[in-house]
């Protein structure tokens, strides 16, 4: 997930969940809040990326999104979860 302060600033996701960790690259699935499913993928990665960049700017060199490492779920994706 987005940390905290980004998670929840963009009101075209309902949530962003980040993979990777402990490897050479994160990635990104956002799942479209019900304002976001009207974009396409890529409009939609334009629309959070000002989001991605703010986590980027206080993260680690090795764990920084890069556009090509995002992806779109459809928004009604369910998605394990772990406490």
């Known amino acids: 997930m987005l940390r905290s302060p980004q998670r929840g600033n963009s009101p ?3 949530d962003a969940i980040v ?5 050479p690259q994160c990635g990104v699935l ?7 499913k009207k974009f396409s ?9 000002p ?3 703010m986590a980027n700017a ?3 060199s090795h ?3 890069i556009k090509e490492m995002i992806g779109v779920l459809p928004p009604d994706a369910e ?3 772990v406490s």
């Open 12 to 14: 075209h996701l309902h």
């Open 41 to 49: 993928d890529d409009e939609l990665i334009d629309k959070v990326w």
């Open 63 to 65: 764990s920084r999104i």
């Open 79 to 81: 998605v394990p979860r």
């Open 30 to 36: 956002l799942i479209p809040s019900p304002e976001g």
């Open 19 to 23: 993979f990777g960790n402990g490897r």
């Open 58 to 60: 206080t993260s680690p």
């Open 51 to 53: 989001v991605v960049e």
